[in-house]
């Protein structure tokens, strides 16, 4: 596409993005206010707010918003390749998942398309003051797997052959680049090159896939030989070179690599709590450590592509995210937020009702009972003097991931194959085969209601001891047999509705998060089930702490004071019969964590 033609290509969409922005809010069914059954379907239809209204009137997306009076959405150079390439993948997931389509995707998908040049086939970023035509690698691994994605849903022909050739020309800029040199973005297009192997059926991905192994695990290995991250790794960046890395261990049968991927799943782990709060860096040197929504998508995707290849041990940790930390993740209370009213947007900039259309969204850096822990500027990292000594309050990057998280979970919940209908997580969901329902945190039960003949096994949870397990088939109690973390219940018919019911113990436990060496945030953290029902911080009442990124005292919320406040649950102690929430049909389409 000639400048010209992309000129002309951005004047077409400008009016589908005028038509977007005008919304005032995304419309929702009306609902009621009594509790309802865990389905992720309500999540990700919020989303929909966001996807369709924090973009311009082009329909590009604002990678910064920053805490300003009043507060502000700025375009930055990971619009292009990085933001608009993971929101168009979520609107995708979204869809498969709600059966609703944001009036967005088609004009993100056009829009990347636009960006990519023909001779190379990599996605390009414009010339514009925030940014300089470069293709840099990680726009590529961002880019690639969201145009696979897009394939793999539409079947469209151009984004198999835009997907083809980008891989092919991620291969020849590869050529010239030392491989001695550590580079994150190595690791990071793995995943995508692997679903370009195996959905886009291109042989060429899988090789280069191999070699950038290589490159991770072996010629300058990012892990350790002890299978630790170091301190000062990207968390986010780490874990989708290990997605990829176990992508391709399970496509080439390699046993030893995916040793080693589980290892440091384990090591990740380790650095986080219970409920799912993980740092966004390994162990700054400093006090500041706050939670990426993006490290808990590809978190989220590495658990589950491990549950589903030999450790389902695996699933209780998917699903105590799930409820707890990604939940809290998405951006609800705004209120904190000052809005601009009709204040005329800039090439660069908006004002207008920026707390709103963030609504949906996902945080950037969220502590365990903030949605935002700490007031860091942008000052050491990049961007102009129009970007300087403003808190960053969000970075949308996690805008796309905190979707494509949610669908990692709903896609991989439950599971037909040869005969055997598998409930791997206690959430709702709807399959050919059956329509399964958890009502927990209110009830310790699961029901599922076989709608086609299979072989039923459900995960006992964590929580649980199998001989508390209760089974009726609604002819009375059914016949079980515990098999590791499974109760199996044999052969299932229409028609049958079976109830599994189990104890829901509320414990607490004591746990903290902190870099080593450095100041640490002490919680105490009540659960019913593996839902957290209570967010306690105990001696966290400082105002500053020191920043590294700053080089100075910068305020904190890690007590009870901040923007946002997290885990406001305690209704849920009370046991109450929830109302069943609206699940859409999983079709199949999309199962990018599983190897048949």
């Not at 009375?476 to 199996?488: F, L």
């Not at 910068?554 to 046991?575: A, N, Q, S, W």
């Amino acid at each position: 596409m000639t400048r010209y033609q992309r000129r002309e290509f951005l004047k077409t969409t400008a009016l589908s993005g005028a038509a977007i922005l005008a919304l005032k809010s995304w419309p929702v069914a009306a609902s009621s206010s009594a509790p309802k059954t865990f389905a992720l379907e309500n999540y990700v239809s919020k989303s929909f707010n966001y996807l369709t209204r924090m973009v311009d009137k082009q329909g590009q997306p604002y990678f910064n918003v920053f805490w300003t009076d009043p507060a502000e959405a700025a375009h930055d150079w990971p619009d292009f390749g990085d933001v608009q390439s993971r929101q168009l993948q979520a609107a995708v997931m979204a869809k498969v998942m709600t059966g609703q389509e944001a009036p967005t995707e088609k004009v993100w998908r056009e829009r990347i398309l636009s960006f990519i040049e023909p001779r190379t086939g990599l996605l390009v970023r414009p010339e514009t003051s925030y940014s300089r035509p470069v293709a840099d690698l990680g726009d590529q691994a961002l880019t690639l797997y969201a145009l696979v994605t897009a394939y793999a849903d539409s079947g469209d022909l151009r984004l198999l052959a835009a997907c083809r050739k980008m891989a092919d020309g991620i291969a020849e800029k590869s050529i010239h680049l030392n491989p001695f040199r550590a580079r994150w973005q190595d690791g990071f297009l793995i995943k995508g090159l692997m679903a370009c192997a195996r959905y886009a059926d291109y042989e060429p991905a899988y090789r280069l896939a191999g070699k950038l192994v290589e490159r991770v695990f072996v010629i300058r290995p990012l892990p350790t030989r002890q299978n630790t991250l170091r301190p000062g790794a990207h968390v986010h960046g780490s874990l989708r070179a290990l997605v990829g890395a176990a992508d391709y261990a399970l496509y080439a049968g390699d046993r030893e690599l995916l040793g080693r991927v589980d290892a440091l799943y384990s090591f990740v782990k380790s650095k986080g709590t219970r409920f799912g709060f993980l740092p966004e860096v390994i162990d700054r040197k400093g006090d500041i450590v706050a939670c990426e929504t993006c490290a808990l998508m590809d978190y989220i995707g590495l658990a589950a592509t491990l549950a589903n290849h030999g450790h389902p041990e695996y699933w209780e940790d998917v699903e105590r995210i799930a409820r707890n930390h990604l939940v809290e993740s998405q951006v609800d209370d705004v209120s904190w937020l000052v809005s601009g009213g009709d204040r005329e947007d800039t090439a660069q900039f908006t004002w207008n009702d920026v707390g709103k259309r963030m609504v949906g969204g996902y945080a950037g850096w969220s502590s365990p009972t903030h949605i935002l822990a700490c007031k860091e500027t942008l000052n050491a990292q990049w961007g102009g003097p129009e970007l300087r000594n403003k808190t960053r309050a969000f970075q949308n990057c996690c805008g796309g991931s905190g979707t494509h998280a949610f669908f990692e979970v709903w896609k991989n919940a439950a599971r037909f194959e040869d005969g055997v209908l598998s409930v791997n997580l206690h959430i709702d969901k709807l399959l050919p085969q059956a329509e399964i329902r958890c009502f927990q945190p209110y009830q310790g039960l699961l029901t599922v209601k076989v709608l086609k003949p299979c072989r039923l096994k459900v995960r006992i949870p964590g929580f649980v001891r199998a001989g508390e397990l209760k089974v009726d088939s609604g002819t009375g109690a059914a016949a079980v047999r515990i098999s590791g973390n499974y109760v199996e219940l044999g052969e299932r018919n229409p028609s049958e509705s079976i109830r599994i019911s189990y104890p829901l113990p509320v414990t607490s436990e004591e746990t903290s998060i902190g870099n080593s060496g450095f100041r640490q945030y002490h919680y105490r953290v009540t659960y019913k089930g593996n839902t957290v029902v209570k967010m306690e911080p105990h001696g966290n009442d400082v105002r500053t702490a020191y920043s590294e990124f700053s080089l100075k005292q910068i305020p904190v919320f890690y007590g009870e004071e901040g923007p946002g406040r997290l885990y406001r649950r305690e209704h849920m102690l009370k046991d109450l019969d929830p109302e069943l929430s609206a699940i859409h049909l999983d079709d199949g389409k999309l199962d990018l964590w599983y190897f048949r």
